[in-house]
């Protein structure tokens, strides 16, 4: 397994996505006031949410067409669904837009816009993705970013114009252009064929699709469910510090996602005992050298950004979760996919979600502030970390990962509360290397390795 080769490859790919997450995780909340970055985070809280609006249409077709070439697709039902897709779009659009008015949230209102452009750009996506036309596939991923970034820096850097409506408003131009082009190109493709809407054809793309719609809306709930309890139940600055944190955590999680990418292929093709073994052990190590991002932002925050000095508070605790949750993503939900264990899945999110939910509420209950829900969240990585051990014979949690974990979280807490920015570099630093060695000496060798030799799993 070549993962220097790999893992390069799928960063490269990624650098505009990164650019994009630096410009909004830092340099956007250093430039508006914390009432302002509020109301924008909320925008993009909300938007984490429209994907669900096609009900698992956009899923099914994904299926539908996966392996197919172009010249095998039936153009005249594709037109069909496209079109059905576009409508359906537009009454749920209208829907969220009256809803909008009626309770007057304009920034439901601006979320309402969001769902047609975002929804479709999906449905060319997958499309695209299905019948691997991924020249089209990769200018749809790269467009919206590359938009963004110019956008916003120019706002900052150039006009210097202090408002949140300015950022939301670049976020549904980016989409908005991209789909309106897709959309010229894609009448073009089909204008000499006949629409036909096999409403027979719809409904089972919507059973094959609404399940996996279901695991997507319980996994985007459980990210998410903690900066719910903070914006329903706490103040605006104290959301606004929590979204700046999960920001911190967003730029990571480009990393992480860029893991799963790689792996999830060699996962498939080869899963046996001792690689699955090697590759927690690898997530674990990997994860752990990831918190210690948390020094880079705790300068960068000092300096540049202090009016957000408060967030971190809540990234010294949250990042204490890496190793659970890059184990989660990177792995077990990648095994839950290679193994067709697409209803344990769904039962396990679900589950997990239900006990954040708890966590959350008992946090906000006793406590009554967003460092307890910070807490709250990070025990509910750990707890999916031990839950979806027991669904792999091989990888439940063994004495030692329970010993590590422990010595670990304890160590960046310590470095990262108890005592300065220097010291705490140095402690966690010093201290996680004679951890790593004293538990996992062979396999950080081996990880380096790989790297380094490009030597096989």
Known sequence: ?????????????????????????????????????????????????????HFGLADGLFIKYGGSYEDEVDKSLLKGEHHFFLVFQFIISIAIIITSFFIDDKILLAFSLSIIPFNLLTFYKFFYQAIGKFDIYSKILIFPPIVMLIANLAVIFIFKIENYWLFIIIRLFAYTSIFL???????????????????????????IGFFIMLGNLSSIAFYSIDRWFVKLALTTSDFAFYSFAMSMMAMINIFINSITKVFYPYLSRNSNDKILQKLKSYFIIIASFASSSYFLFSFIVNNFIPKHIPALNIIAIIFAGFPALI?????????????????????TVFSMLLISVILNFIALTVFGNNIAIAIATTISFYIWFYFSSRHFETLFVSLKEVLYLVI?????????????????????????LILVFGFYKS???????????????
């Open 1 to 53: 397994m070549d993962l220097r080769k790999d893992l390069f490859k799928v960063f490269g790919s990624n650098v505009i996505t990164l650019a994009v997450g630096i410009v909004s995780g830092l340099v956007i909340p250093s430039f508006l006031s914390l009432d302002q970055y509020a109301y924008f985070k909320t925008f993009t809280l909300y938007l984490g949410y429209v994907g669900i609006l």
């Open 181 to 207: 082009i897709l959309e010229y190109n894609f009448y073009k493709l089909t204008k000499s064929v006949d629409t036909t809407v096999d409403f027979e054809e719809i409904k089972s793309i919507f059973n």
């Open 327 to 347: 184990t989660i993503k990177a792995l077990y939900v990648n095994l839950y996919k290679v193994r067709k264990s697409d209803k344990l899945y769904v039962k």
């Open 408 to 432: 670990f979280v304890v160590l960046f807490i310590y470095s990262s509360n108890l005592v300065s920015l220097l010291v705490g570099t140095i402690v966690f630093s010093v201290g996680l």
């Open 443 to 457: 396999e950080f060798m081996g990880l380096i390795n790989e790297f380094k030799n490009k030597g096989d799993l």
